[in-house]
């Protein structure tokens, strides 16, 4: 079992940064793969970008250049560093884990709004 927690989601303009970060409830030595998704009013949730225990990265087309991620297994967490945000990206951000045995534990999400 494992508990995420998102945050550093708000208001911001279009062109602006946020970083997003996630921390587990314990270590995610373990945990396969990690990734941020994010569902927009209307829509489905989708990928935004993932990044596995070996050190492999991937992401949406659409944030690519863009937004990076990155995991530090030392303090448990996975951060998403967005630039060049988009009205297009507003969502609601969720971290997800992918523990040994192919389980999916998810956080509640973090309101991201892009808008003027």
């Known amino acids: 079992q494992v508990q995420l927690v998102e945050s550093g989601g708000g208001l911001v303009q279009p062109g602006g940064s946020l970083r997003l970060s996630c921390v587990a409830s314990?270590?995610?030595?373990?945990?396969?793969?990690m990734g941020w998704y994010r569902q927009a009013p209307g829509k489905e949730r989708e990928l935004v970008a993932t990044?596995?225990?070996?050190?492999?990265?991937d992401y949406a087309d659409s944030v690519k250049d863009r937004f990076t991620i990155s995991r530090d297994n030392a303090k448990n967490s996975v951060d998403l560093q967005m630039n060049s945000l988009k009205s297009e990206d507003t969502a609601v951000y969720y971290c997800?884990?992918?523990?040994?045995?192919?389980?999916?534990?998810w956080g509640r999400g973090t309101q991201v709004t892009v808008s003027s």
């Open positions: 997800k884990a992918v523990g040994p045995t192919g389980y999916d534990y």
């Open positions: 314990r270590s995610i030595f373990s945990i396969t793969r």
């Open positions: 990044v596995t225990s070996g050190g492999r990265i």
